[in-house]
C-alpha cells in the first residue's frame, strides 16, 4: 500500500480545499447530496445491525462502509470542507476569500441536508409501509435516540449545550483523520484502512455528526419522537456544528498545516550538505 508522507498529503489537503472552493455551485450541490444520503444509508445499516445482533459495536465496526464508498466517489461532507477549505484561505492561495469559503459551506450544509433528509423519509416509508403501520425495532430505537439527545442535553442547560459542542470537536477531530487518510495511500486498500480506523472510533464513541445528525433527527420526529425542530437545532444540529468546525480544523487542519506544509522544504537540507561535505573530502 503505497504511503504518503505528511509533507506530501498535507500538500494534497490544501490543493483539495482550493478545488473545493471554486467548485461550480452545480457540482456542490450534486456532490454534498449524494454524500449526505449514503451516509445517512450507512447510519440506518449500522443501527439495524446493532438492533438485530444486540452489539453496538457490531455496528459500529460496518458504519465506515458508507463514509469509505462517498469518499471514493469524491463526495463531499460539511465535516470534511470545515477543515480543508480554511487551508486554502490560511496558505493565501490566488481568488480564495473568506466569503468564497463561506459559500462552500453553505452549499454543502444544503447539499448534506438535503440527502439526508431525502434517505430519512424513504427509510421512514419503508419502516412504516407507508405510515400505516407503527415503527419496527429500529425505528423506535432511532426516535428513542433522537429525544434523548436533544431534551436530554437541553435538562442540563449551559453544560448540556457544551457537552454537545465537546463532543462535536471530538468527532470531527476523527473525522478528518478518516478525510486525511483517504489522502496517504495511492491504493484503494490503504485508504479504505486508513480511512476505518478513526470513523469506527468516533461512532463506538456516540461523539456528535453534524451530518449523520441530519438524517437522524428528521428520522426521529418522523417515527414520533416527542421534539421539535427547535430543539433539534439548538439543543444538537448549531453546537455540534459548530464543534466539528473547531475540532476539525484544530485537531487536524492546523497541526498539520503547520507542522508539515511550512516545515516540509527543511528536511533535505541537512542530507544535501552532508552529500557535499562527504564529496568536498573526497577530492582531498
Given at each position: ?12 489537503m ?60 469524491g ?38 441536508f ?23 425495532a ?44 483517504a ?35 428528521p ?34 487542519g ?31
Amino acid at each position: 500500500m503505497a504511503y504518503l508522507v505528511p509533507a506530501e498529503f498535507v500538500t494534497k489537503m490544501v490543493d483539495a480545499g482550493e478545488a473545493k472552493i471554486f467548485m461550480s455551485t452545480r457540482d456542490t450541490l450534486i456532490r454534498s447530496y449524494m454524500a449526505g444520503a449514503i451516509l445517512a444509508l450507512a447510519a440506518v445499516f449500522a443501527i439495524t445491525v446493532a438492533v438485530q445482533t444486540g452489539s453496538f459495536l457490531v455496528g459500529s465496526m460496518l458504519f465506515p462502509v458508507g463514509f469509505i464508498m462517498l469518499y471514493l466517489m469524491g463526495f463531499d461532507l460539511l465535516t470534511g470542507v470545515f477543515v480543508l477549505t480554511p487551508l486554502a484561505l490560511l496558505d493565501r492561495r490566488p481568488g480564495v476569500t473568506v466569503k468564497g469559503v463561506l459559500r462552500n459551506w453553505g452549499l454543502v450544509f444544503t447539499g448534506n441536508f438535503a440527502g439526508a433528509l431525502t434517505v430519512a423519509a424513504m427509510m421512514a416509508f419503508i419502516l412504516t409501509m407507508g405510515f400505516h403501520l407503527e415503527p419496527d425495532a429500529v425505528g423506535q430505537k432511532l426516535a428513542g435516540v433522537g429525544e434523548a439527545r436533544t431534551l436530554g442535553y437541553a435538562e442540563h442547560g449551559t453544560v448540556g449545550w457544551l457537552t454537545i459542542f465537546l463532543r462535536g470537536m471530538l468527532c470531527n477531530w476523527m473525522v478528518s483523520m478518516g478525510v486525511v487518510g483517504a489522502m496517504i495511500s495511492t491504493h484503494v486498500s490503504g485508504k479504505a484502512i486508513a480511512m476505518w480506523m478513526p470513523i469506527m472510533l468516533f461512532f463506538f464513541m456516540g461523539f456528535e455528526h453534524s451530518v449523520v445528525n441530519m438524517f437522524l433527527f428528521p428520522f426521529a420526529m418522523m417515527m414520533g419522537g416527542d421534539f421539535s425542530i427547535m430543539d433539534y437545532m439548538i439543543w444538537n444540529e448549531i453546537p455540534t456544528a459548530l464543534g466539528n468546525l473547531v475540532g476539525g480544523l484544530a485537531f487536524t487542519g492546523l497541526t498539520l498545516y503547520s507542522t508539515h506544509y511550512k516545515t516540509a522544504p527543511k528536511r533535505n537540507l541537512l542530507p544535501t550538505a552532508a552529500n557535499r561535505s562527504t564529496t568536498d573530502l573526497a577530492k582531498v
